[in-house]
């Protein structure tokens, strides 16, 4: 006899409590194994694939791409015991939560830790989306048709988008038509099952516009609203807790780097570097590293309910990157244990993956200081608002040639503008300026490093 489960959506974070559908990599009547890839979620920190928990066969998708779903809430029924004559859908009756407990057994799946080699992604195949994906399930019904998500009355899942239609497209194709300001939802798609593709969404931005009438109802033919939702809405929360929380100060540098730069190009023609892409954030982070431990308070952090300041021996260095999905601080590990070279590795990595948006939800928990880097969009200086639970963020300035006076003439140099955010509740103004003044000092001159 069929056996059903229910598979909900589980915290890929610490106090995760909702995710969006992105994609769906199988359909009712596909066959999964354990730790195949069987849906992408957008959650408050990072896009993440989650793997079956079971053996088995598909019976329903409890969720439609582009809903939101809360943490609990089942999104797939899998038949372990497919050998049954009957394929039917189960009744929820809201009572899946216990059923998935009983197993114990999403704990160690959550979608961003080490995968098998065997697992697998799936093409999605999405049915047409203004086609009803199945009637309502009957305690006896046949077999699963090969479609897309079932109706919204057949589990307890998030409402839909407004007017009940959700666009099929894949997220690069989302993202462009946001970019181009095209709305999905007037479109028709032309790829498998109705998909709206990157082609349709650039004929629609050549073809004339369409009637008024056949747009959603707007606040204007010129306006475009956007949920606040997944990365937007948690970053948009952190900065308003850290700016109305912490009492921020902001001090301001201006160093003349030109001795790091011809360092850096020295550098690259050795063969330790020859394969290393070694960038000025790479020096600021090395010197960040280095004047924490004079002056340690700027990676310290204040904590309200047990009335301490926890001091760390470590540095869990966050770099802000801009990434599709919104800005995210990922972290590089144990920073002050590794050389520059090994920094300038893995901050290469980072950007990688943040850019592709692989960044998991694990990579960016627990930051000591961060360092956000302005310069490379061309701007000279900013007053970053420091991350929650850290006690600094480092804004480092686009590098130019101005002049500069050296030995009583003015000649050009390479000149780059720092600024420092701090929370004056665990960081002094004379802390706050030595630590500021040690990285200059560090960029002005990396021979200093031997001092330290």
């Not at 992604?121 to 998500?149: C, I």
């Not at 589990?155 to 666009?167: D, E, K, L």
């Not at 470590?314 to 990434?323: D, E, F």
């Not at 590794?338 to 893995?346: G, T, Y």
Request: overall charge negative.
């Amino acid at each position: 006899m069929p056996q059903f489960k229910q598979f909900p959506l589980p915290d890929t974070a610490e106090g995760l409590t909702e995710a969006e559908i992105l994609t769906w990599h199988v359909r009712p009547g596909d066959a999964v194994k354990v730790n195949d890839i069987i849906v992408e979620i957008e959650t408050a920190k990072a896009a993440v694939e989650l793997p079956c928990p079971w053996d088995g066969v598909v019976t329903e998708l409890l969720a439609e791409v582009g809903q939101t779903v809360e943490v609990g809430v089942p999104i797939i029924t899998i038949d372990v015991d497919p050998s049954g004559a009957a394929v039917a859908a189960p009744e929820t009756n809201g009572a899946a939560a216990p059923a998935a407990e009983e197993e114990g057994r999403v704990a160690n799946l959550v979608g961003y830790g080490p995968k098998s080699g065997s697992a697998k992604r799936r093409a999605r195949r999405d049915a047409p989306a203004p086609v009803p994906v199945t009637a309502t399930p009957t305690p006896a019904a046949p077999p699963a048709p090969a479609v897309a998500p079932p109706a919204p009355a057949a589990a307890p899942v998030s409402a839909p988008a407004p007017g009940g239609y959700v666009p099929l497209a894949k997220p690069p194709v989302r993202k462009l038509a946001k970019d181009l300001g095209v709305d999905l939802h007037g479109l028709s798609g032309s790829g498998p099952g109705g998909v709206i593709t990157r082609e349709d969404v650039e004929q629609a931005l050549a073809a004339p516009a369409a009637p008024a009438a056949a747009a959603p109802a707007s606040s204007g033919a010129r306006e475009r609203r956007v949920p606040i939702k997944g990365v937007r809405k948690a970053t948009a929360q952190a900065m308003v807790d850290s700016a109305f929380t912490a009492p921020h100060v902001t001090e301001f540098l201006t160093v003349d780097v030109t001795p790091m730069m011809e360092l850096r190009a020295r550098l690259k023609g050795t063969p330790q570097f020859r394969d290393v892409k070694l960038t000025p954030l790479a020096f600021a982070a090395k010197a960040v590293v280095l004047a924490t431990r004079r002056t340690p308070d700027v990676n310290a952090t204040w904590d309200a309910a047990a009335g301490e300041i926890v001091y760390k021996d470590y540095v869990h260095l966050g770099i802000a990157a801009a990434t599709p999905r919104g800005l995210v601080v990922p972290k590089v590990r144990d920073a002050d244990r590794l050389s520059l070279r090994d920094l300038a590795v893995a901050l290469d990595d980072l950007a990688t993956v943040a850019r592709e948006g692989r960044t998991t939800p694990a990579d960016m928990l627990n930051g000591t200081i961060t360092i956000t880097n302005v310069g490379v969009f061309g701007v000279d200086t900013g007053t970053p608002i420091i991350n929650p639970g850290e006690s600094a963020i480092l804004a480092l300035g686009a590098i130019r040639d101005l002049p500069w006076v050296v030995d009583g003439q003015v000649v050009p140099r390479k000149v780059c503008q720092l600024a420092l955010s701090f929370d004056h509740r665990v960081v002094d103004g004379q802390q706050g300026s030595q630590f500021l003044a040690d990285v200059g000092a560090l960029l002005a001159d990396p021979g200093v490093a031997m001092t330290y």
